[in-house]
C-alpha cells in the first residue's frame, strides 16, 4: 500500500511518499524569511508558490504517479493556520476520491524517529521551532510528560541567533559559535519547574548580556546551549525513570544539535551505573536520522499509512491550530512492559 503525505505545518512544504515500510521519496522546498522570524503569510505564499514542483519531484523520485495513490495524508495542525490551510486544500486537490488521512504533527515526529532507529517503546524528546515536548506512550495515547511553558527551543535558538548575529535557522549557527567558546560558562537563569521548562527567561538574559558586552558571544552561545540541554536532559531522565522504559529517542529539527545528543547519551550511559537492576537502567540512545528529523512530508506519509491500516476515517480536510500531541487516539501502538524481574 502507498500512502502521499503533505507536511504544511510552518516554514516547510515537504510531500514524502511511503510504501508500507519504506520511504519512497522525500522532497521539500523551505522559506526563509528575509528578515526577522517566520511571516505566516509570506510562507503560506512561499507553500502556494512550490507546491507543484515539490510533488512533481516526490513522484519522480518514486517513480509513480497520482493514480499509483492508495490513500492521501496530510499535516493538519498543530501549526500556523495560513500554512495549515494551504496543505488541506492541496490535498483536497489532489486526492479526489481517494481516502485522506488528517496527521498531527507532532505523533508524525514520532512515528518517523520510531521507523527510522527501529526503537519500540522510548521517550522521546521532540525538539522543534514551534514545539518542547517529554512524551511516552501509555494506554493509547502519546502522554506528555513534560514541555515548554512559553517558546519552543528552536524558537529560542532563532530569537538569539535573530538578536546577535543572525541568519536562520539559528541552531547550526549557534553550534559553530559555541565551538569557538573556551567553555567560560557564563550563568544563565535554569528554569525546570517540576517536568516543565521554561525559555525566555534564558534568551532574554542571554540577549541582554550580549548588548553590555558583544566580545562574550562565544562563552555565552556555550552557555546557552549547556543551560537549555542540561534542562531538556534532566527532564528527559526524569521521565524515563518515572516510565521505567529503556529507550530515549530525539527527533525535531533541533535533533540535529551534536552537543544536545551527547548529552542525552551520556545520560542514557550513566544510567547503566545507578542500578544494574533497574528495568531502566540499560537505556538505550537514539536520535532520528537529520533528513527525517526536521519537518518533512515522509513522516506525514508514514503516520498517514499506519494511521488508515488501523481504521483511521476519512478527513473531513479541517486543521486544528493547537492539535496536542496527547488529543490522539493512537491505535496501532503495542506498549512493551517492562521487565521488573531482572
Not at 544510567?271 to 506525514?300: L, Y
Amino acid at each position: 500500500m502507498i500512502c502521499l503525505g503533505v507536511e504544511c505545518t510552518a516554514h516547510t512544504f515537504g510531500i514524502g511518499i511511503a510504501k508500507d515500510n519504506e520511504i519512497i521519496a522525500n522532497a521539500r522546498d523551505v522559506y526563509v524569511p528575509v528578515k526577522g522570524g517566520i511571516h505566516p503569510i509570506e510562507a503560506k505564499e512561499h507553500h502556494d508558490k512550490v507546491k507543484d514542483i515539490v510533488l512533481e519531484n516526490a513522484l519522480k523520485t518514486a517513480n509513480l504517479s497520482l493514480d499509483n495513490i492508495d490513500v492521501f495524508a496530510y499535516s493538519a495542525g498543530p501549526g500556523l493556520p495560513p500554512c495549515l490551510k494551504i496543505g488541506s486544500e492541496f490535498i483536497r486537490n489532489i486526492a479526489k476520491q481517494k481516502p485522506v488521512i488528517a496527521v498531527n504533527h507532532c505523533v508524525a515526529h514520532i512515528e518517523i524517529g520510531k521507523l527510522m532507529t527501529q526503537c519500540k517503546d522510548p521517550i522521546t524528546l521532540y525538539v522543534s521551532g514551534g514545539n518542547t515536548q517529554i512524551i511516552g506512550y501509555a494506554a493509547e495515547k502519546y502522554r506528555v510528560f513534560g514541555e515548554t511553558q512559553d517558546i519552543g527551543i528552536g524558537n529560542a535558538i532563532d530569537k538569539f541567533i535573530r538578536e546577535t548575529v543572525g541568519g536562520f535557522p539559528g541552531g547550526p549557527i549557534l553550534d559553530k559559535i559555541a565551538q569557538e567558546s573556551n567553555k567560560n560558562y557564563i550563568e544563565l537563569p535554569y528554569v525546570v519547574k517540576g517536568m516543565d521548562l521554561s525559555f525566555s527567561g534564558i534568551l532574554t538574559s542571554a540577549i541582554q548580556k550580549f548588548k553590555k558586552n558583544k566580545e562574550i558571544l562565544p562563552d555565552l552561545c556555550y552557555s546557552f546551549q549547556e543551560t537549555c540541554y542540561a534542562m531538556l536532559t534532566e527532564v528527559t531522565e526524569r521521565a524515563l525513570a518515572h516510565t521505567q522504559k529503556n529507550e530515549v529517542l530525539l527527533t525535531g529539527g533541533v535533533a540535529a544539535s551534536a552537543r544536545l545528543q551527547e548529552m542525552l547519551r551520556i545520560m542514557c550511559d550513566e544510567r547503566k551505573q545507578i542500578d544494574a537492576q533497574s528495568a531502566s537502567a540499560d537505556a538505550k540512545f537514539f536520535v532520528c536520522p537529520r533528513e527525517f528529523a526536521g519537518d518533512n512530508g515522509a513522516m506525514i506519509a508514514y503516520t498517514g499509512l499506519l494511521a488508515y491500516k488501523h481504521g483511521e476515517k476519512n478527513a473531513q480536510f479541517d486543521f486544528k491550530q493547537r492539535w496536542r500531541t496527547d488529543d490522539v487516539s493512537i491505535n496501532w501502538v503495542k506498549c512493551q512492559t517492562p521487565d521488573n524481574s531482572r
